[in-house]
């Protein structure tokens, strides 16, 4: 067996039967991603290949830094050819980091290009990948449809004009952008320089006098509303952990209006305002039938100076270490015991807490819908072979991998689409090797095959609603 051939990762003849016949073709869901939805509306033609791979990517950064690469080439204002060359000087560096894998897997799906990124070919494989930029089949609009995209949900703020995904519906190109709606910066009232001026802009965008906390649930209602309309059917939290405190409208209301008048909250008051604004969200989505997705556990922006220096999203952020069972139950029951618990993914960052979240999610599945609390797909610094071996070792021991959405990219970048193929070549072996050590019975392949299916698209399909 060869790098990267047809039978990459795929260990044994049923891995492969059930990888070629069944996940290899189907359709790509993206129900989550950060992919620039003007990018999409104008169809965007990327200059060269540093502007499409390296722009943004803060995972090639990290692995640049560390292998001694001075800033300039990274986020810097080093020449383009220079950006890449620094990267193909780093490539052979991150021999056994996902990195490898999916370096040399974008460079062959969607450009063709087998060839091993190394100093010695970076002047071809950037001039190759280049002038294949510049033709229609490369814009951003002809990869996407080049590498079998169906469905691709943006994240998105409330104030978001929404102006690019309406564009992209009205030119009906064969790929549905849809909007995710993601109101963290509404919940940040620890943050006054961030928290007022934002309450200014959804004024604006709503319409709505923000002057109460009634006031500023209306507001994001109407924004909910207008995502609704445009066919968003998700929303997204980014937090370090569940907040649950117990807490009174009164006590919210108060809390509130401190903060309009610039006053100092304790942190008690902050934990009760974000433990509030969790529940009045979750509950907009509940009534409109759509799903709530919470990625828990990143400790972010832990270099003060690269932060000061670079801003957010940037390569400094890590795995975290956060108090999760106890909130998250408080919050799912708090819900749930009105009967008002939307269809919820958890995405877990630390791999030690895997069984807590495959556990929590069996607590609150009540018959309605398949799957309802989903254990989500390998997040971030975990989203590579080992990390989605142990999300679905564990999501298979404490509750039913046949129900599961499967993957998303979570990504920048419109080169990112093979890590869906690197996640069904993953999933294709498990239960490959399952069956070969007769662990699974040989007899139940037409199962399998269509388990395998449903995991890469048809779950995702019924569950979102789309």
Same mark, same amino acid.
């Given at each position: 067996?060869?790098?990267?051939?047809? *039978?990459?990762?795929?260990?044994?003849?049923?891995?492969?039967?059930?990888?070629?016949?069944?996940?290899?073709?189907?359709?790509?869901?993206?129900?989550?991603?950060?992919?620039?939805?003007?990018?999409?509306?104008?169809?965007?033609?990327?200059?060269?290949?540093?502007?499409?791979?390296?722009?943004?990517?803060?995972?090639?950064?990290?692995?640049?830094?560390?292998?001694?690469?001075? =800033?300039?080439?990274?986020?810097?204002?080093?020449?383009?050819?220079?950006?890449?060359?620094?990267?193909?000087?780093?490539?052979?560096?991150?021999?056994?980091?996902?990195?490898?894998?999916?370096?040399?897997?974008?460079?062959?799906?969607?450009?063709?290009?087998?060839?091993?990124?190394?100093?010695?070919?970076?002047? =071809?494989?950037?001039?190759?990948?280049? @002038?294949?930029?510049?033709?229609?089949?490369?814009?951003?609009?002809?990869?996407?449809?080049?590498?079998?995209?169906?469905?691709?949900?943006?994240?998105?703020?409330?104030?978001?004009?929404?102006?690019?995904?309406?564009?992209?519906?009205?030119?009906?190109?064969?790929?549905?952008?849809?909007?995710?709606?993601?109101?963290?910066? @509404?919940?940040?009232?620890?943050?006054?320089?961030?928290?007022?001026?934002?309450?200014?802009?959804?004024? =604006? %965008?709503?319409?709505?006098?923000?002057?109460?906390?009634?006031?500023?649930?209306?507001?994001?209602?109407?924004?909910?509303?207008?995502?609704?309309?445009?066919? $968003?059917?998700?929303?997204?939290?980014?937090?370090?952990?569940?907040?649950?405190?117990?807490?009174?409208?009164?006590?919210?209301? %108060?809390?509130?209006?401190?903060?309009?008048?610039?006053?100092?909250?304790?942190?008690?008051?902050?934990?009760?305002?974000?433990?509030?604004?969790?529940?009045?969200?979750?509950?907009?989505?509940?009534?409109?039938?759509?799903?709530?997705?919470?990625?828990?556990? @990143?400790?972010?922006?832990?270099?003060?100076?690269?932060?000061?220096?670079?801003?957010?999203?940037?390569?400094?952020?890590?795995?975290?270490?956060?108090?999760?069972?106890?909130?998250?139950?408080?919050?799912?029951?708090?819900?749930?015991? !009105?009967?008002?618990? +939307?269809?919820?993914?958890?995405?877990?960052?630390?791999?030690?807490?895997?069984?807590?979240?495959?556990?929590?999610?069996?607590?609150?599945?009540?018959?309605?819908?398949?799957?309802?609390?989903?254990?989500? !797909? +390998?997040?971030?610094?975990?989203?590579?072979?080992?990390?989605?071996?142990?999300?679905?070792?564990?999501?298979?021991?404490?509750?039913?991998?046949?129900?599961?959405?499967?993957?998303?990219?979570?990504?920048?970048?419109?080169?990112?689409?093979?890590?869906? =193929?690197?996640?069904?070549?993953?999933?294709?072996?498990?239960? $490959?090797?399952?069956?070969?050590?007769?662990?699974?019975?040989?007899?139940?392949?037409?199962?399998?095959?269509?388990?395998?299916?449903?995991?890469?698209?048809?779950?995702?399909? *019924?569950?979102?609603?789309?």
């Amino acid at each position: 067996m060869s790098f990267l051939d047809d *039978n990459f990762l795929l260990q044994t003849e049923t891995a492969q039967q059930l990888y070629h016949a069944h996940a290899k073709h189907m359709p790509i869901i993206d129900y989550h991603c950060h992919l620039s939805p003007k990018d999409i509306a104008e169809d965007r033609r990327f200059k060269n290949l540093t502007e499409i791979w390296l722009e943004g990517d803060h995972y090639k950064w990290r692995a640049m830094r560390t292998n001694g690469i001075p =800033e300039k080439y990274c986020t810097g204002d080093a020449d383009d050819y220079a950006k890449f060359e620094k990267w193909a000087q780093t490539v052979p560096y991150t021999v056994r980091n996902p990195l490898y894998h999916w370096t040399h897997m974008e460079l062959k799906k969607p450009f063709g290009i087998e060839k091993i990124l190394k100093p010695e070919t970076a002047r =071809e494989i950037y001039d190759d990948c280049t @002038a294949m930029l510049q033709t229609n089949a490369f814009s951003v609009r002809g990869i996407l449809q080049k590498m079998n995209v169906e469905i691709i949900c943006t994240t998105d703020d409330p104030i978001d004009s929404l102006e690019y995904h309406q564009k992209i519906k009205a030119d009906n190109f064969g790929v549905q952008v849809l909007p995710t709606f993601r109101a963290d910066k @509404a919940m940040a009232i620890e943050l006054p320089e961030v928290f007022l001026p934002y309450l200014q802009k959804l004024e =604006e %965008a709503s319409g709505v006098s923000i002057g109460t906390f009634q006031q500023l649930l209306d507001a994001l209602k109407q924004r909910h509303d207008f995502f609704h309309e445009l066919g $968003g059917r998700l929303s997204d939290h980014g937090l370090e952990t569940i907040y649950a405190e117990e807490y009174t409208e009164a006590e919210v209301k %108060a809390i509130f209006e401190k903060a309009l008048n610039k006053q100092q909250l304790s942190q008690e008051e902050v934990l009760k305002f974000k433990s509030a604004m969790l529940v009045e969200l979750a509950l907009l989505d509940h009534a409109k039938g759509w799903t709530q997705q919470f990625h828990l556990g @990143a400790l972010r922006n832990n270099n003060t100076r690269m932060m000061r220096e670079l801003g957010p999203d940037t390569g400094f952020d890590s795995i975290g270490d956060f108090d999760v069972a106890r909130p998250l139950s408080r919050f799912m029951d708090k819900l749930d015991n !009105s009967d008002q618990l +939307a269809k919820t993914i958890l995405y877990n960052l630390n791999p030690s807490q895997n069984e807590l979240y495959a556990t929590m999610i069996g607590n609150f599945n009540d018959g309605s819908t398949p799957g309802k609390i989903q254990f989500g !797909s +390998a997040w971030w610094f975990l989203d590579q072979k080992d990390g989605m071996e142990k999300q679905m070792n564990a999501l298979s021991n404490m509750g039913l991998l046949s129900r599961f959405v499967g993957m998303l990219t979570d990504s920048r970048s419109f080169l990112s689409y093979p890590r869906h =193929e690197y996640f069904r070549r993953i999933l294709c072996n498990l239960i $490959g090797n399952d069956v070969e050590s007769g662990e699974l019975p040989a007899s139940e392949m037409e199962w399998y095959g269509q388990m395998v299916e449903n995991i890469c698209y048809n779950n995702a399909k *019924n569950y979102f609603n789309f």
